[in-house]
């Protein structure tokens, strides 16, 4: 079945540096999405990727569509304290939809 | 704007015990989902609903049952709770299905000891 791979796992930056966390599908996409957690909260969605290539821009987040719809990424510029939480992908392929484990960012101010 | 509310909040169980988490949504929406949360593992889908009268089994819907009671409405019950069902349980609604945005509920925090 499909499955959707995060990495990395953890991710532990000084404000003001650069995040990226990675997703990488096993099989095509018809879609990704991403969604943040924050500690005790539930996942909040972030923005949906539909074609491939797409680049789309939140602010200081920029996120990626691979060109062959099996990966996509998650960039910060410029950490700030806010930012802290956990970061999933959800892959969606024939109304089936699976999160990857997601990437946890703690922030040191 | 409720949204996606569930109940209750946290529960302490002891094996062997049963429970119903129940969840509703306000925002008319035709799919409803549920997962389970544990560390390092992401979000797992237990059961989904894509429609009204009808659920489907997820990735790991061994120990629990689900039924969509209404439009609003889909609740997961735990016949004969284990301490492997320890773990943060969230409800989750879509317009339409698994590839449209979802919105959560809060999460209901289980032990079972």
């Known amino acids: 079945g499909q499955q959707v791979m995060q990495i990395p796992q953890y991710q532990h930056v000084q404000e003001g540096e650069d995040f990226t966390t990675y997703c990488n599908s096993s099989?095509?996409?018809?879609?990704i999405q991403w969604y943040k957690q924050r500690p005790g909260g539930h996942p909040v969605f972030l923005i949906q990727?539909?074609?491939?290539?797409e680049v789309k821009k939140q602010k200081r987040l920029t996120f990626q569509f691979g060109e062959a719809k099996k990966n996509s990424s998650l960039h910060i510029t410029a950490t700030q304290t806010t930012d802290v939480g956990t970061y999933f992908c959800?892959?969606?392929?024939?109304?089936?939809?699976?999160f990857g484990a997601g990437t946890r960012l703690t922030v040191k101010p | 704007n409720a949204g996606v509310t569930q109940t209750p909040k946290f529960q302490v169980l002891k094996t062997g015990q049963s429970m119903t988490l129940q969840c509703a949504q306000d925002m008319n929406h035709n799919s409803m989902y549920w997962y389970r949360q544990d560390p390092g593992m992401g979000l797992r889908l237990i059961y989904y609903?894509?429609?009204?009268?009808?659920?489907d089994k997820g990735e790991v819907p061994n120990g629990y049952n689900v039924s969509r009671l209404n439009k609003r409405e889909f609740s997961l019950r735990l016949e004969s709770a284990a301490p492997s069902q320890t773990s943060v349980y969230f409800c989750?609604?879509?317009?339409?299905?698994?590839?449209?945005?979802?919105?959560f509920g809060a999460g209901t925090r289980l032990s079972v000891l």
């Open positions: 990727l539909v074609k491939s290539g």
């Open positions: 959800a892959g969606s392929n024939n109304n089936d939809m699976r």
């Open positions: 989750a609604s879509s317009w339409k299905d698994a590839k449209n945005i979802q919105y």
């Open positions: 609903s894509a429609s009204e009268g009808t659920t």
């Open positions: 099989t095509t996409l018809s879609n």
